[in-house]
């Protein structure tokens, strides 16, 4: 076998991994996008409530960026998110021009996902709060996008984007 050979099944190797790897965020993010509708509307004009299990900080891999850290028997939990909160995080994500760019091609804001920060003190004191968000965006059927938030700083921090071609040959 030689030196060429190796280094061209290495490649086919590692592009093969990049392709998975591609097609298990595609598909990690349209699921949590699907998520969206696990809320229910406690007071429709101002606040919603999630109340699912602990799944870990990510949100595009089910978490709902609660708690302080990943996995962990946490057990369910209920947040209430004003729509004071939820209005802000879109206007700060609206002020950044990528997000304008997205939502003038067509995307729309389908839900606020709140990030939140929990901290144990030295005394066992607990606080928690919201300091980001992640902001889902829809195009259609065949884009989503995950806009995260910092709302200490008011700004953007990342933007991830997925999109599905569909051809349908019925």
Known sequence: MGVKEIERKTKMLMVSAALVLAVLSG?????????????????????????????????LFGGRGF????????????????????????????NDSDVQALMTSGYNVTNVRPIITTTVAADGTVTMKATGAVVMLEQGTTGRAAVWVDVEQAKVTRIEIVSMTVIDKT
Not at 68 to 91: A, M, P
């Open 27 to 59: 598909i990690a993010i349209m699921a949590y996008a699907n998520g969206a509708t696990d809320s229910t509307n406690t007071n429709s004009s101002t606040a919603s409530t999630i109340d699912q299990p602990f799944r870990g900080m990510d949100p």
């Open 67 to 94: 708690g302080g850290g990943r996995g962990g028997g946490c057990g369910g939990r209920t947040i209430t998110v004003s729509q004071e909160f939820k209005d802000n995080v879109i206007s700060i994500a609206e």
